[in-house]
C-alpha cells in the first residue's frame, strides 16, 4: 500500500464563517467542540478549523485559512446527498441543474467551491 485516505482539506479565506456553513450543511460539529480543552487551552482563531461527522460516518474535514481567493474549477470535488434547494437557502449558488447527461446537481459553497449534490437515496 502506498497511501490510504486521511482527511479532506478545503481552502477558505474566510475559514471560520466556511467551517460553520459546512458544519451546517453536513451536521458536522467543530471537532474542537467535542472535549473540554485542556488547561483552557483554545485554538488559535486563524489556525485550520477541524470538523466531524458526530456519527463517525464522514471524513474529518479541515477548513484551512488561505490569502488568495478561489479561481478556476475544482480538480477534487466532494460529492453529497442532500435537498438542492435547502443548500441553495442555506447561501450555496447553483453551478449547474442536474438533466442531460448528469444526473445531481453542482453547486458552490459560500467560498466558491464546487460539490455535487445528489437526492437522497431512496427519491
Request: glycine share 8%; net charge negative; charged share 30%.
Amino acid at each position: 500500500m502506498t497511501a490510504r485516505f486521511k482527511d479532506l482539506c478545503l481552502d477558505a479565506n474566510d475559514h471560520q464563517r466556511l467551517a460553520d456553513w459546512w458544519c451546517a450543511a453536513l451536521g458536522y460539529v467543530r471537532r474542537d467542540s467535542l472535549a473540554e480543552p485542556e488547561d483552557g487551552w483554545v485554538r488559535p482563531v486563524d489556525w485550520p478549523v477541524p470538523i466531524v461527522d458526530v456519527t463517525g460516518a464522514g471524513p474529518l474535514i479541515w477548513i484551512v485559512p488561505v490569502p488568495e481567493a478561489k479561481t478556476g474549477k475544482n480538480r477534487m470535488h466532494v460529492d453529497v446527498w442532500g435537498d438542492t434547494e435547502e443548500l441553495l437557502a442555506a447561501g450555496a449558488t447553483l453551478v449547474r441543474r442536474r438533466g442531460g447527461d448528469i444526473e445531481w446537481d453542482v453547486l458552490a459553497d459560500p467560498e466558491g467551491n464546487e460539490f455535487c449534490v445528489f437526492a437522497p437515496r431512496g427519491d
